[in-house]
Nanobody
Framework: QVQLVESGGGLVQAGGSLRLSCAAS????????MGWFRQAPGKEREFVAA????????NYADSVEGRFTISRDNAKNTVYLQMNSLKPEDTAVYYC??????????????????????WGQGTQVTVSS
């Protein structure tokens, strides 16, 4: 059974940093994309970043490009999201997700949440102004 467990959320002041972790288990992820999505109160869930577990190729939302970095540690089966220069608008529940790679997404992992089959329970990130 696939499990994705997020950790590392919390309260931080604007301009600060947090690192989220997603521990993955239950299958091999060599042909999977690992993604981070977020959902603020009253808003739809939105794409943040994704990484090809095999090749390490990445994809970022425009709103976080240059501030957030997604990475993975294959030995630990863990994906990370380093978040720097945080803004109040980054406040949301952050979710880790996994979905199979196909076609062009091998080069650029998908930003479409419908392409992700497995989801974690989420971790709250709150950025104060």
């Amino acid at each position: 059974q696939v499990q994705l467990v997020e950790s590392g959320g919390g309260l931080v002041q604007a301009g600060g940093s947090l690192r989220l972790s997603c521990a993955a288990s239950g299958r091999t992820f060599n042909s999977y994309a690992m993604g981070w999505f977020r959902q603020a109160p009253g808003k739809e869930r939105e794409f943040v970043a994704a990484i090809n577990w095999n090749t390490g190729s990445t994809n970022y939302a425009d709103s976080v490009e240059g501030r957030f970095t997604i990475s993975r540690d294959n030995a630990k089966n863990t994906v990370y999201l380093q978040m720097n220069s945080l803004k109040p608008e980054d406040t949301a529940v952050y979710y880790c997700a996994a979905g199979p790679l196909y076609g062009s997404t091998w080069r650029r992992p998908s930003l479409d949440l419908r392409r992700y089959d497995y989801w974690g329970q989420g971790t709250q990130v709150t950025v104060s102004s």
